[in-house]
């Protein structure tokens, strides 16, 4: 058993008034403080390479998707955000996306899509902000995906960084 | 037969007052949150007109707009009636405040002191209803056929009716002192600085400003409601315009609490260092006066944490009681000797 | 029978059959590519390699599929010599195998990569370029071929010599130029081309119907049966997200089917795909048929076969026997007329599967009892009595829709069960049906084999099997009940 033994209140503390000012005075001198809040539409959160946002594809520099529609995002998704049909092209790599939907009511941005993609083609955006009336204006289809490589260059290079530290050889 | 002059004067000053009442019950609902915020280094409702000032009227829109619910079981009429009975006492209470001892006069026009009555038993007047609101709760609470409903009205009538006793004993303190049930005769007798009764009877003063708290169900001592333990206490199951009544009834009871405390131990109308003030000068004292004390409410609100509910009573019934007794038996002592 | 040892439990072979079928029967999980149970097995991709032990020789690898079991073999199919030597095997399959896997069709269902997962190979040793060759050479209208991909395997090769016994394709070419090709680039012919894809251990050859359609992993697979022909092959259908069949593929049958299937049924998936399914019910009020809650347009179905004594049952070959089973007992109890359509033989007939007799489950109505009619008995019956009830899928075809809008509308009166409403005036209500992938039931084939089919989707919206349909008759019927 544990015996907690209180400190014993002096005369004072008992009366409880005292502690009472005390208390009063820190809360006053705290109101001419300066504000920590963040008025967060007007100032917007700063962005850096870790930031893991709504995934969106790459479209690469020859504008097309880099998408193969394998289905690995879509079986990766804890969620079962992703929904996609694939189909045939006459592009050297037979196959891409008619449908790529993700519903970003279900999407809860953990970036399996993202570790999951073995075409480096989907990347968790610096896309923070979800808003609209609807709930099918959510569930954003291929275009409203698509996003050129340059505009995740920031996130592409640091998944590469981040997966080196698996692909070189350990010591052993 | 009443003179239309009269009468006119009456509907003026009771439209001011009320108007103000009210009114100053949704800047304090902004003023709580203002000063919350500022307190916890926030900012506080910035969005609704300048400076969050809107924010009530919003508030209040959204009231209205808000879906009315009636608990199954509950006691329709009952349910319904509760939370005019929370708000009207405090209201009715305001009429007697005086604002001024002086007569206003608004362009030759004399329309008498600023209060509503002038009433020679106003004390008594304001103890009468001031012990109704406790019903608003408690039917409130039973009428919504909830437990925690009724936990919370059962705790607002006790702690209502235990500090209502340490409540009169503080004022009847006052009473003895300046020997006249008038509100306007409480405030006349300590016109100088140096006669307020707060330098009289401090014992009194503090024991009546605890109770206030205890009797506007405010932190610390906000049992009847008592998030943690009660949901939301005895208006759990209200809303919309029901739930901002109650509201309304809590912020204009806190109004005419400072009120009186200002009347009855800072002098009321009355400005330090002036014998003979313009009532325009008494009024902005009585308001700083009870503004103060107003502030003094959202103050302690987010100061001090809450007590527990049996150190609530024990603090009302082994402390302040006796002491109040005490006070008031020495009060009439030494001013029966003097 | 011989008595063999496999992986330390003594059970017992058949002598004739490879060594590898015996590993398998006893829950040996040996790799195969090129070996197929339905084929003779070849040993060519030598995957197949257990570590074997006979008497006092030292023990010995050798490819399973090519070793026949004999008396006191002992077989470990996981030490460490058999796994050793199947990883470089595989290393070499995989010397040129593209890293195709996110494209291809066959990712998740591929022997190649379930293999390669397990043994474990992550990363290729070579760093010579892989085989550059044509990734869609096309093979008629059903396949199409990745050379890239092939493993050479020669399943599909000594598919088309041994099971329709007409060589389509072979291997051409030498050493590591080699590739699957057909005799002058020809088409593929036949009707048992499918199969092929389906004996595909990689993604080599694909489906044109199936190719990129779905990932394997999201398809809904469930056991039923053909419904193109009485032999009623055993099959596994394919649903996408509960709204398309995407696949419809043999599933092992020894006394039907055993491993194959015609393209007509494998392709048969195009009709229950169709959309403007008959929804609920609908019943002619004035000149419209007007949609019905399904309820009410029975009661008025029994208000009217209750009165009228004259009355006919016309059925389709593709009830199943527990719906011509309910059927038929409502029909005698009402006192009315039972047969069933019977079309006449179409010319897809051939020696290994088909039959040439489109209806599934003539053999099972029969043996209820049921009479076959021909399409024009069958006509004549409904134009003989003033009720009749036209009931399940595909009715409205087999009579002719035709044929039908020539019935007397004031002689007969007719309701229809059917997949899609046809609107013609003697037709006064109809119903929408489930068909034979969205219900369950049994079907008889022709040699009296039953077979299962699975509702392996939803029916359209209050469209019901005709089983449920029939049993809210009778629940509508007191009289009947209590006669019961």
């Known amino acids: 058993m544990v015996i907690v033994k209180r400190k014993e209140l002096s005369l004072a503390e008992k009366l409880y008034l005292p502690e009472v000012v005390r208390g009063l005075s820190v809360t006053f001198r705290k109101m001419f403080e300066k504000p920590i809040t963040r008025q967060y539409p007007e100032e917007p959160l700063e962005k850096t390479e870790v930031t893991r946002g709504q995934p969106r594809l790459v479209v690469k520099e020859d504008d097309s998707i880099a998408c193969v529609s394998c289905g690995l995002c879509e079986a990766a998704c804890p969620a079962y955000a992703i929904t996609i049909d694939g189909g045939e092209t006459d592009r050297a790599i037979e196959r891409e996306p008619k449908r790529f939907d993700i519903d970003m009511l279900r999407c809860i941005l953990c970036g399996f899509c993202e570790e999951a993609c073995p075409k480096d083609a989907i990347f968790m955006s610096d896309e923070l902000e979800l808003a609209d009336y609807s709930r099918e204006a959510l569930i954003y289809n291929i275009e409203k995906l698509k996003r050129p490589q340059a505009a995740l260059q920031q996130r592409i290079d640091y998944v590469k960084k981040i997966n080196t530290r698996w692909q070189t050889p350990s010591s052993t | ?165 340490t409540l009169i004993l503080t004022i009847l303190a006052v009473v003895v002192m300046a020997g006249s049930l008038d509100l306007q005769q409480i405030a006349l007798s300590q016109n100088k600085v140096t006669d307020w009764n707060i330098w009289y009877q401090p014992l009194a003063f503090l024991m009546f400003v605890v109770a206030t708290f205890a009797e506007t169900n405010r932190h610390p001592f906000d049992f009847a409601e008592c998030e943690p333990e009660l949901v939301a206490g005895f208006h759990t199951e209200y809303s919309s315009m029901k739930f901002a009544l109650f509201f309304i009834g809590e912020y204009s009871a806190m109004t005419v609490m400072a009120c009186l405390t200002t009347t009855l131990f800072l002098g009321g109308p009355s400005v330090p260092f002036l014998e003979d003030p313009h009532w325009a000068l008494q009024i902005a004292a009585f308001l700083a006066k009870a503004g103060f004390f107003l502030f003094l409410f959202i103050w302690v609100r987010w100061t001090l944490p809450r007590f527990r509910f049996d150190q609530l009573m024990a603090l009302g019934w082994k402390v302040f009681l006796p002491l109040a007794l005490l006070n008031l038996l020495a009060t009439g002592v030494v001013k029966s000797l003097v | 029978m011989v008595k063999i040892i496999v992986n330390g439990r003594e059970v017992e072979a058949d002598p004739k059959k490879p060594l590898i079928k015996a590993c398998h029967d006893n829950g040996a999980d040996v790799p195969m590519y090129c070996y197929h149970p339905g084929l003779e097995p ?319 489950n003539r053999r099972g109505l029969s043996e209820l009892g049921i009479p076959a009619a021909p399409v024009a008995q069958a006509l004549e019956a409904l134009r003989g009595v003033k009720s009749a009830v036209l009931i399940g899928e595909r009715i409205v075809e087999l009579l002719g829709a035709g044929e039908l809008a020539k019935v007397d509308a004031t002689k007969t009166r007719v309701h229809l069960v059917d997949e899609y409403a046809l609107d013609i005036p003697c037709v006064l209500s109809v119903y929408g049906v489930a068909n034979c992938v969205e219900r369950t039931g049994t079907w008889v084939n022709i040699d009296g084999v039953r077979g299962p089919i699975s509702a392996v989707k939803a029916p359209p919206v209050g469209a019901r099997s005709p089983a449920k349909l029939i049993d809210e008759l009778v629940r509508l019927m007191p009289k009947l009940e209590k006669a019961r």
């Open chain 2, 1 to 165: 037969m009443i003179e239309w002059s009269v009468l006119l004067a009456w509907i003026v000053k009771a439209t001011v007052i009320y108007l103000g009442l009210v009114n100053v019950g949704a800047l304090m609902t902004l003023a709580e949150r203002k000063f919350s915020a500022w307190m916890q280094y926030r900012i506080g409702p910035n969005r609704v007109g300048p400076f969050g000032l809107l924010q009530p009227l919003a508030d209040g829109v959204k009231f209205i707009f808000k879906e009315e619910l009636m608990p199954a079981g509950a006691n329709k009429m009952l349910f319904r009636f509760a939370p005019v009975i929370a708000a009207l006492p405090s209201m009715m209470t305001i009429a007697v405040i005086p604002f001024t001892t002086k007569d206003v006069v608004l362009g030759g026009w004399n329309i008498g002191t600023f209060s509503i009555v002038n009433l020679d038993i106003g004390v008594l007047y304001i103890l009468a209803l001031g012990g109704l609101s406790v019903y608003g709760l408690i039917i409130g609470g039973w009428a919504s056929n909830s437990k925690y409903s009724l936990l919370g009205g059962l705790r607002a009538s006790a702690q209502m009716i235990s500090y209502e006793l």
């Open chain 3, 42 to 360: 070849v040993g060519s991709c030598r995957i197949c390699q257990v570590e074997v032990k006979q008497g006092d020789a030292p023990a010995r690898v050798m490819v399973a599929c090519r070793t026949q079991p004999a008396e006191g073999m002992v077989v470990d199919t996981e030490s460490p010599k058999a796994h050793a030597t199947r990883k470089e095997c595989l290393e070499f399959l995989l010397k040129n195998h593209p890293l195709d896997c996110p494209i291809c069709d066959k990712a998740g269902e591929c022997d190649l990569q379930d293999f390669t997962y397990a043994e474990g190979q992550d990363a290729g040793r070579t760093n010579e370029p892989r085989r550059e060759l044509d990734k869609r050479k096309s093979l008629g209208d059903t396949i199409v071929l990745d050379q890239e991909r092939c493993i050479l395997c020669s399943r599909c090769v000594r598919f088309f010599e041994e099971v329709p016994k007409q060589a389509q394709l072979t291997v051409s070419d030498l050493g590591s130029r080699s590739v699957i090709a057909t005799f002058m680039d020809r088409p593929l012919k036949g009707k048992y081309q499918g199969n092929i894809a389906d004996l595909c251990p990689v993604g080599a050859l694909t489906l044109k119907k199936f190719r990129f359609q779905a990932r394997v992993w999201n398809l809904i697979k469930m056991a039923s049966t053909c419904g193109e022909c009485s032999r009623g092959c055993s099959t596994t259908v394919e649903v996408l997200r509960g709204a398309d069949v995407k696949r419809m593929r043999p599933r092992e049958n020894e006394a039907v089917n055993k491993f194959w299937m015609c393209d007509i049924g494998r392709f048969s998936f195009d009709r229950h795909n169709r959309s403007g399914r008959l929804q609920g019910a609908a019943v002619r009020e004035g000149v419209q048929l007007v949609p019905y809650p399904v309820e009410e347009a029975l009661t008025r179905l029994r208000d009217e076969l209750m009165r009228e004594k004259s009355g006919a049952w016309i059925l389709s070959p593709w009830l199943t026997i527990e719906e011509g089973e309910r059927i038929k007992a409502v029909a005698e109890r009402l006192g009315h007329a039972v047969c069933f359509v019977s079309p006449a033989p179409n010319s897809e007939k051939d020696d290994l599967l088909h039959t040439g007799d489109p209806c599934p």
